[in-house]
């Protein structure tokens, strides 16, 4: 990695570093494009940190690094510390052997993630269409293979019964606060019970829809129908919106005007490398937070590489991490409830690589859906260049569970067999094969988002935003529109940031 022409900020003799250069231009000679598209990490600062700032943010993914930004820019110094030796969280690159980039982590962007998009225009990251002409496929245990265009298979077992569920959640998400879902006349009910006895109650062929949903919820979500709460399913759809857009189901599952619409050229890490980039010696990685205390006004925080001081601190990790984070005093009961009733996903990702999409010649998008196997859910995953070809499973749910117990070779097998049912036996020899098993990340445990189960969000979700004393939230999953995607990352470090300003 090329050397960046950074200086230390100040001389870490007990000074802040001085944050509020970054909005008078004092990083503009910073060059983002210093990064290759497949970098896999930061600078940041070296040596000693700092013993006091203003503000403390924890964690370096793109909640994080906008947070600390934001507060940068309103004057007051900062530090974030990152466990890792790389930002991005849950938005990570992979190289290939060709030297293209595809994405390991989050990947997609579409119409009304409107924050994330300006955070990327402006770090000179474009996108481009994620290929989308041809047709579909979906493989049915019933009725076999199909090709098709649109949101939902025409598979006549199921399509009645898909048509009215699809209607129901979009109604009962346009009447969902998204800022407080718990507080709709029918959240106690609906949180009492699961998606997937929701789909029970109300069709016919509940397996055939059940099974068809697995391959939204398992690469969406992480997890099963009867994991996850109706309320939270609801308010999930009612987050794919913005101020202006009502939240619907084909905007979050789709991929033409959806939330899959679009990638990002060179990958989609290069935005929080960029933005970190320019952050300079405000990031410090391989700092693991053990301990958080709150005493004598002030706001202390213990990591691997030091002790730090602040007025405020803004937490952006995942669930399961805050909880290991030894807090004094301790975190408030409903807190502590809310963190422990969200699990992360269990997620993994598997790309094959082949000289060419040869799908496209085919007539197909590269999409696919099967009620069975590795491949439930399949994308295009092919560079902006066109090639090397490149097929994405997500592997979730109980497909993980199933089949990430199992050996690399194995996996490879099964994913490759579920490539070959969709688009032909070319999908078998493929030149690479790529997998990421976010549940082996030991500073995320999963992915793509912690979730709600029956009983959670009506009781203990209010606390979801609460400032704890000092200390504040950000993360993906706090956020009110399109929580567990990069736009709610972006929008949570916005919030927090505005929040600890407002106390400054």
């Known amino acids: 990695m090329t050397d960046l022409p950074l200086t ?23 060059t983002p494009t210093s990064y290759g598209a497949g970098a896999a990490g930061a600078p940041g600062l070296q040596g000693a940190l700092p013993r006091s700032v203003d503000v403390v943010v924890v964690g370096g993914g793109i909640a994080g690094l906008v947070a600390a930004r934001k507060v940068a820019r309103g004057g007051k110094s900062v530090l974030l510390v990152e466990a890792r030796e790389r930002v991005g969280g849950r938005v990570l690159n992979h190289t290939l052997e060709t030297g293209e980039t595809i994405e390991s982590g989050g990947a997609f962007v579409g119409p009304t993630q409107d924050h994330i998009q300006a955070l990327a225009r402006e770090l000179k990251v474009p996108t481009f269409l994620e290929y989308n002409e041809g047709n579909s496929v979906y493989i049915s245990s019933t009725t076999g293979r199909q090709e098709y265009t649109g949101t939902v298979p025409p598979d006549p077992t199921i399509l009645p019964d898909a048509a009215i569920l699809l209607q129901q959640i979009d109604t009962f998400a346009a009447e969902i606060p998204v800022d407080a879902p718990w507080s709709h006349p029918r ?10 006895e929701y789909i029970r109650r109300n069709s016919i062929n509940a ?36 101020e202006r857009n009502v939240g619907t189901f084909a905007r979050n599952s789709d991929t033409a005007n959806g939330a899959q619409e679009r990638r990002f050229v060179g990958g989609s890490q290069l ?3 960029r933005l970190a980039q320019r952050l300079g010696d405000i ?41 290991d984070i030894d807090w004094f005093p301790r975190l408030p009961t409903r807190r502590l409830q809310l963190l422990r009733h969200m699990d992360m996903g269990q997620l993994m990702k598997c790309d094959a690589v082949y000289r060419t999409p040869f799908w496209r010649a085919a007539g197909l998008n590269g999409f696919g859906l099967n009620d ?45 067999e579920g490539f070959a049912a969709m688009f032909g036996p070319q999908a078998l020899r493929p030149i690479d094969y790529v997998e990421h098993d976010w549940t082996k990340e030991q500073w995320t445990r999963g992915g793509p988002t ?35 995607y990069m736009d709610g990352a972006v929008r949570s470090g916005k919030r927090a940031a505005s929040e600890v300003l407002e106390r400054l």
């Not at 959240?187 to 997937?196: K, N, R, S």
């Not at 969406?220 to 999930?236: C, I, K, Q, R, V």
């Not at 693991?288 to 213990?302: A, F, N």
Request: aromatic share 8%.
């Open 8 to 30: 230390r900020r100040t001389a870490l003799t007990g000074t802040a570093l001085v944050g509020a250069a970054l909005g008078t231009g004092a990083f503009a000679g910073l």
């Open 450 to 484: 912690a979730i709600h189960a029956p009983g959670s969000l009506v009781q203990f979700g209010p606390s979801i935003r609460q400032p704890f004393g000092r200390v504040h939230w950000a993360g993906t999953e706090t956020s009110t529109y399109w929580s567990g």
């Open 283 to 323: 990031v410090a990685l391989a700092a693991p937070v053990t301990r958080i205390e709150q005493r004598d006004h002030r706001v202390v925080v213990h990591t691997g590489r030091g002790t730090v001081t602040a007025e405020r601190a803004i937490v952006a990790a995942p669930p399961p991490l805050v909880l």
């Open 372 to 416: 069975s196997g590795a491949a439930r859910a399949v994308f295009d995953n092919t560079p902006p260049s066109g090639g090397p070809g490149v097929l994405l499973a997500f592997v979730g749910g109980a497909t993980w569970r199933r089949y990430g117990v199992m050996t690399r070779a194995q996996r490879r097998k099964h994913v490759l």
């Open 207 to 242: 397996e055939g829809v059940g099974n068809l949903i697995r391959c939204w919820t398992q690469p969406g979500f992480g997890a099963d129908p009867d994991e996850l709460s109706f309320l939270y399913t609801l308010w999930y759809v009612a987050c794919s919106g913005n």
């Open 187 to 196: 959240a106690a009910e609906w949180d009492a019970m699961t998606l997937g």
């Open 271 to 273: 935005v929080p490398l």
